[in-house]
């Protein structure tokens, strides 16, 4: 169970392109999805919070209006690079984590990440 | 917000010797500390997990301690294999976000 689909796994693509990754569930619903960037050797850097149905939560110094969030149902979460430059490029991942309940916190399950190279 | 600091950066056992890595943070309304592997390349895999009401939690060679006291908690392998190598991190939650330490590279030799 938990398992997390992310795709695509590599891109390659021009400067100016826009880039849109998708985060998928597949046997849990999410209410949170969170995604990261991690660079060469280096930790996960938390770039936003995404919630089902609300506006995401971007952390400091991450620009919303270059990287779109769209979490529009409880196992789709998209990020969207927009007009991409060779400074995006970057291991992207995402997670997912089932509501706290009961059980209280759950924790993330990853998807495989994508690897965004822009020339 | 909370600060998550993990140590060492690196470490080289020899195989079958024990590996520690340890982690502190800084919130103590924090409740909830995973620990994942991550091998060169792919996803970052849940391997052990504790939470704030519960000192120690052992799975075959791996445990996890937890001194809420002090804001400290570590990742104990025993006899460290081969395939034990990779990047560790630990993370703190509070029931919202996830916050994780830097990572120890950990480097079992056969």
């Known amino acids: 169970g938990a398992v997390v689909s992310q795709h695509p796994s590599r891109v390659i693509c021009k400067s100016g392109t826009s880039v849109k990754i998708e985060c998928r569930s597949l046997?849990?619903?999410?209410?949170?999805m969170f995604w990261y960037r991690q660079f060469p050797k280096q930790s996960l850097m938390l770039m936003a919070t995404?919630?089902?149905?609300?506006?995401?939560?971007?952390e400091q110094g991450v620009e919303k209006d270059k990287f779109l969030i769209n979490h529009a149902s409880l196992t789709l979460s998209t990020l969207t690079v927009t007009s991409a430059h060779p400074e995006d490029s970057s291991f992207y991942i995402c997670?997912?984590?089932?509501?706290?309940?009961?059980?209280?916190?759950?924790?993330?399950?990853f998807g495989d990440g994508t690897r965004l190279s822009i020339l | 917000g909370e600060n998550v600091e993990q140590h060492p950066s690196t470490l080289s056992v020899q195989e079958g010797d024990s590996a520690v890595i340890k982690c502190t943070y800084s919130?103590?309304?924090?409740?909830?500390f995973p620990w994942y592997k991550q091998e060169l390349g792919k996803r970052p895999q849940l391997i052990i997990d504790?939470?704030?009401?519960?000192g120690e939690k052992k799975d075959q060679r791996i445990a996890v301690t937890l001194n809420k006291t002090a804001k400290h908690f570590s990742l104990h392998i025993t006899e460290t294999q081969p395939e034990d190598s990779a990047v560790y991190f630990c993370?703190?939650?509070?029931?919202?976000?996830?916050?994780f330490g830097s990572g120890t590279k950990l480097n079992v030799k056969p």
């Open positions: 997670s997912a984590r089932a509501p706290s309940g009961t059980l209280g916190n759950q924790p993330q399950h």
């Open positions: 046997d849990f619903q999410a209410t949170t």
């Open positions: 995404s919630n089902e149905g609300s506006k995401a939560t971007y």
């Open positions: 919130d103590s309304a924090s409740n909830y």
């Open positions: 504790i939470r704030s009401n519960v």
């Open positions: 993370a703190a939650s509070n029931f919202n976000k996830f916050y």
